[in-house]
């Protein structure tokens, strides 16, 4: 345990290496125990998005748009997360009404002015220690739209969409619970919007996918000020990532370099490595320029 940072721990080889399998055999035994009749995932899913669906007058600064699934066994996530996500906002603001929004947090608009640029320091340390050490999956999809040579008849939101939901049932093979009901859960943005949302996710779900399977997801749509900590965290990683496929190597970017180690990836033993297509699919899809690793952006 680091004693300067009551929020982050040490995490010792073997279970970085483990980080993204949770196979957290004794947990997840407990909790098969506990539902073995139910037909529901033990794994649950919050999305957030960064930059905007259109495709043509986009922003130049930012032409990018980013879908991201973060997926969390559910003991995990209110054993662990939830209580270190509630003991940050008790710490740092007195309570636990506040809502996380990168945006806010990375213009230090309120409530996260801080008094000292100590405590800010403090507090993105805590943070980013939790973002760390915490065990989930990360599963992305970006239109890199100055790429696009005519433009798609679907919204970006709605391919990034079908990217990671294919991901996702290709993740739920690997933990054989592809059969069972697995929750995602969106941040709602209009009512025009939400309903289109809804009738391209059960379309892409009853079969029009690559797969030409069902998948068996049930998508709930959810304002962020419903204070869920999985949306919220959710919220902190679209943005990085769609930072980093625009300036590449050429910026340090923390966020990501974090990020990285967390995608769904070909060989969970080697984190950070062989994560394109599976956790992060990018489109246009474009030939890898760096070596077997494919580690590289595009």
């Known amino acids: 345990m680091n004693t300067d940072n009551p929020f ?11 980080q993204l399998s949770l196979d957290f055999s004794k947990p997840a035994e407990a909790f098969s125990a506990q539902t073995a009749a139910s037909t529901f995932s033990p794994y649950i899913v919050y999305v957030d998005e960064s930059g905007d669906t259109h495709l043509e ?10 879908l991201a699934f973060c997926i969390f066994h559910k003991k995990y996530y209110a054993d662990v ?11 740092y603001f007195g309570h636990d009404a506040i809502i996380f929004h990168e945006r806010e947090i990375r213009k230090k608009l309120p409530p996260f002015t801080f008094q000292s640029r100590d405590i800010e320091n403090a507090f993105m340390g805590s943070l980013s220690g939790i973002i760390e050490s915490s065990k989930f999956v990360l599963i992305a999809g970006a239109i890199m739209k100055q790429r696009l040579a005519a433009k798609p008849a679907r919204n970006a939101y709605h391919i990034a969409l079908t990217s990671c939901l294919e991901n996702l049932y290709r993740f739920l093979i690997e933990k054989n619970h592809y059969k069972s009901k697995t929750f995602i859960v969106v941040e709602a943005r209009g009512d025009k919007e939400d309903r289109e949302l809804e009738l391209e996710f059960r379309r892409i779900c009853a079969g029009d996918n690559q797969l030409k399977t069902k998948f068996p997801f049930e998508i709930i749509i959810k304002s962020k000020q419903i ?15 769609g930072r980093h496929l625009i ?34 699919t990018v489109f246009p899809p474009v030939i890898q320029a760096k070596g077997p690793d494919m580690t590289s952006e595009p």
């Open 81 to 91: 997360l939830v209580p270190e996500m509630q003991s940050l906002k008790f710490n």
């Open 227 to 241: 204070n869920s900590t999985g949306m919220q965290f959710a919220d902190l990683f679209a943005r990085p990532i």
């Open 8 to 18: 982050s721990f040490d995490v010792s080889e073997s279970e970085r290496l483990n």
């Open 247 to 280: 300036d590449g190597e050429a910026k340090p970017n923390r966020a990501f370099d974090i990020l990285k180690e967390k995608f769904f990836c070909q060989n969970p033993q080697r984190l950070g490595e062989h994560y394109w297509d599976y956790g992060l």
């Open 57 to 66: 007058g986009n922003d130049k600064s930012y032409p990018v748009f980013v």
